[in-house]
């Protein structure tokens, strides 16, 4: 994701990001690799990111939440550092966050590298325990990115002068549709009813503790903001799940 961003697909490759391997990530960057233990050998990681940014900061709340601590590298979005020459060959789609792995291999999408690490550190799961739950898991996280994380993005990227030609993230030139900033709005409101449906009779999106998808949800209310949107002040289920989960996902 560039400044803000929204999710880009997974790919199947074995490089997430289409990685020039690892002379790309050791030649630019300056700073060393934290060794972690798995549960079969230490790997080493890196985390690229821009803590201000909505999609970095899904990753951050996970990691703080489990535990895990990278060696992190900030890319500044702002400046358009996300465009340099150096960090296009760790990220070609000029997107942050991108975990780097010892053997070359970048993970190149927020919800990629979240379930990644949670195979690696399984204790403290966020991405369900057993296959039903995470199932729903994964169809409650897709519905909170696509209709909360991106509607916000598609009504910012399609109104604010800063991402005149970058309406959507990456290295090429999209016009803005200024028409898609109220579709994004309406598309938020229509999030927030339907988040405040789900939640009759519930603490959390998905069983009895936070997984993914609060920490998603959490984010899009916070990322709302800067267009200006809040959540409706009748839809009290919404209210109480945030004061509810907000003092447990205190982070960045």
């Known amino acids: 994701m560039d400044f803000p ?9 074995r490089s997430m990001c289409a990685v020039g391997g690892q002379q790309a990530i050791r030649r ?19 985390l690229y990111t821009f803590d201000a940014a909505p999609n970095p900061r899904r990753v951050n709340i996970f990691l703080k939440y ?5 060696a992190t590298q900030q890319i500044d979005l702002r400046s358009g550092q996300q465009f340099s020459a150096d ?14 792995l010892d053997d070359g291999t970048v993970i190149c999408d927020g919800m990629a590298i979240c379930w990644y690490l949670e195979s690696r550190y399984p204790k403290s799961p966020l991405l369900g325990t057993e296959p039903l739950q995470q199932a729903q898991v994964f169809s409650w996280d897709q519905y909170v990115c696509m209709e909360g994380l991106s509607t916000v993005a598609e009504a910012l990227r399609n109104r604010s002068d800063a991402f005149k030609d970058r ?9 803005q549709i200024p ?7 309406q598309r938020l409101h229509s999030f927030w009813q339907r988040l405040d449906e789900h939640l009759e009779g ?17 984010v899009v209310v916070d990322f709302a903001g800067w267009i200006k949107e809040r959540i409706p002040e009748r839809l009290l289920r919404v209210h109480a799940w945030y004061q509810r989960i907000k003092p447990l996902l205190a982070g960045p």
């Open 66 to 70: 489990k535990g895990i601590q990278l």
């Open 167 to 175: 309406a959507l993230p990456g290295p090429g030139r999209i016009a």
């Open 5 to 13: 961003g929204v999710l880009s697909p997974v790919t199947s490759q």
């Open 28 to 46: 630019g960057w300056k700073g060393t690799m934290l060794p972690v233990h798995t549960s079969n050998r230490a790997l080493s990681m890196k």
């Open 202 to 218: 519930r603490e959390f999106v998905v069983g009895n503790s936070i997984i993914l998808a609060d920490i998603d949800a959490f």
């Open 179 to 185: 028409a898609l900033e109220a579709r994004g709005r």
């Open 87 to 100: 960090f296009r060959a760790i990220s070609p789609r000029c997107i942050v966050p991108a975990l780097a």
